[in-house]
């Protein structure tokens, strides 16, 4: 089998558990392109809630437990990114760097806190073949248990 490099692709999750209000959360990434990415939110309420993954993940949503996720990749060795709650809740914001499907980065916003930022150093470039399954099923994992 040939080796290909092909460009490192990491897996960035927001999660919340138990908020206690309505609030806005965002990543707004210093250093990395994120793309498309995917958004759970329990309870529902589509009215409250509002979803982008245009230069980081943002989500508004109602009391309770959300999770946003992206891919993200890097051509200088950095993930970086300022994260924004408003207004402070009761519990942390957690944000999780996946690659491969292991965490190797994390970082929480403390309650009651309203920002905080992430500076991670990584490889830009992975050695090896590519495989997109292995790739989108390590991007998505579901939120950390309270």
Known sequence: MELHMAQAIYGLNMSVIGADKTAYYSIDLTSGTSGAGSFSATPAQTQYTYVSFQGGITFQVPAGVASGAAPVTTTNGLIAGNVNVSPAINVPVQIVLYYQG????????????????????????????VDPKAILNAIVAPPPKP
């Open 102 to 129: 292991k965490i190797i980065q994390s970082y929480e916003v403390q309650p009651g806190q309203t920002q905080g930022n992430f500076n991670w150093q990584v490889a830009s470039n992975e050695e090896g073949p």
